[in-house]
């Protein structure tokens, strides 16, 4: 079954310092993986997505994120925190349509960002 | 510009009354989405649409209905027999269903029931 895990429900950092937000999947056959950050009380906003290529995927705001076959894994990351970047991330995982699967979104519980002054 | 608008933002209900949510997108997107977003729980698929007149249900697509009579609209009603309607909800659409496209979402709308 598809799925994906975020073994963080919070992280803190301080601004300037880099971040990463965790995100493993499990998935038949290559995965599309995504990467969305919401803002209280607002819709989803899509950062960056991998699909095939270059491992190392760069995205909207600075952010970024490192595809790793070997350990199914798609960390974010930024190389320097803003406290405007403080918010709920939700890393996602697409299965790649075929006879059995239409190719679904499957979202990741949610990881709160806090990046402090 | 073009985007996702959902209406209401904030919607209060009473038990035992339906509510319908509105979802309109000018994207020219084949596919649409309903989620539901609980604290914690991350986004739960209720219902999605790949094509005009088609939709499927999702995993937790009980208590709720959708029609898509229009591409452009994909409305979703929160029936009196969901057992637990608060929460907020997100639309959202892709050009395609299964591709290689991101979801756009719009702004949610919060429902409470009193």
């Known amino acids: 079954a598809q799925s994906v895990a975020q073994p963080e429900d919070q992280v803190n950092v301080a601004e300037g310092n880099p971040l990463t937000v965790k995100c493993t999947y499990s998935?038949?056959?290559?995965?599309?993986l995504f990467w969305y950050v919401q803002y209280p009380n607002r819709g989803l906003q899509f950062l960056l997505k991998?699909?095939?290529?270059?491992?190392l995927v760069k995205g909207s705001y600075g952010f970024e994120a490192e595809f790793n076959k070997s350990q199914t894994s798609f960390h974010l990351k930024k190389p320097s925190a803003l406290v405007s970047d403080s918010a709920l991330y939700f890393c996602?995982?697409?299965?790649?349509?075929?006879?059995?699967?239409?190719?679904?979104?499957?979202f990741g519980r949610g990881t709160q960002l806090t990046v402090w002054p | 510009d073009g985007g996702i608008t959902q209406s209401p933002k904030y919607l209060f209900r009473k038990e035992g009354q339906n509510v319908t949510l509105s979802c309109e997108q000018n994207?020219?997107?084949?596919?649409m989405y309903w989620y539901r977003q609980d604290p914690g729980q991350g986004l739960r698929l209720i219902y999605y649409?790949?094509?005009?007149?088609?939709?499927q249900k999702g995993d937790i697509a009980e208590g709720y209905s959708v029609s898509r009579e229009k591409k452009e609209s994909f409305p979703l009603t929160v029936t009196s027999a969901q057992k637990n309607p608060t929460a907020f909800y997100l639309c959202?659409?892709?050009?395609?269903?299964?591709?290689?496209?991101?979801?756009?979402f719009g702004e949610g709308s919060r429902l409470t029931v009193l």
């Open positions: 998935v038949s056959g290559n995965p599309y």
């Open positions: 649409s790949q094509i005009v007149n088609d939709f």
């Open positions: 996602a995982v697409r299965d790649i349509p075929s006879r059995s699967t239409l190719g679904r979104l499957y």
């Open positions: 959202a659409s892709s050009i395609v269903s299964g591709g290689t496209g991101e979801l756009f």
């Open positions: 991998y699909i095939t290529g270059d491992n």
């Open positions: 994207l020219n997107h084949d596919a």
